[in-house]
């Protein structure tokens, strides 16, 4: 899923990305306009990939948007899902490498490490098993799992708008589903819009912290 709320350089790029990180096989992208109203949908609707397009007239908020597509996933039969922001640029061959995780280890959730924050290794302690992820009891904003995670899980839909709620998804199935989890670390997805503002393509502009304040993210510049 890549779930898109304004920003729409930000989703322009990342779009762009994963059409040419690799091919897909066996997967389909559930693509989101949350009310954005600035272009957003032409691009989902534009981009070369296998996609299910939403658009929601108006912005239901994060928390909302990840329910809808686990509810969604619940009635398909894919096996593995996962969320990228919309504003994060995937590397090359990021979902086979992903996939190739998923066969060899025991892992039910992984994130990518991010730079600038470089999470990986500031959440993740140290694979001493050799399994190529840093085991860890929480993942990041960017997640990928194993859907027979949040079989049998019900999420409330609280009305709450921007991202407020949203981290509590992940939180619910840590604490119901005592999941393996870990990060990723030779696996980097560059988030332009970190909120520290030290990607240096980071756009800094009076709309753009105009959305932060929306969203109810802090910002550090």
Known sequence: MVPCYKRPEYTKRCIEAIEKAQKYKDTIFYLVDDGSSDGTIDTLLN?????????????????????????????SDYNLIGKIDNDC???????????????????????????????????????????????????????FMRKEIIKGIDFERHDILGIKGAFNIIKQIILDRDPIV????????QDLGHWSGKHPEHIKTGEHELYYQEVGRKIAW
């Open 182 to 189: 870990g990060w990723i670390p030779d696996l980097t997805f």
């Open 47 to 75: 981009c070369d990939l296998n996609k299910y397009v939403v658009q929601n007239p108006y912005s239901m908020g994060l928390r909302r948007v990840i329910i809808d597509f686990m509810d969604w996933v619940k009635k």
């Open 89 to 143: 640029i995937v590397p090359k061959g990021f979902l086979s490498k992903i996939l190739q995780l998923f066969v060899d280890s025991p892992a039910d959730i992984l994130s990518p490490n991010v730079f600038p924050s470089d999470a990986a290794f500031k959440y993740g302690s140290p694979d001493v098993a050799n399994f190529g992820y840093r085991p860890a009891k929480v993942v990041g904003g960017l997640w």
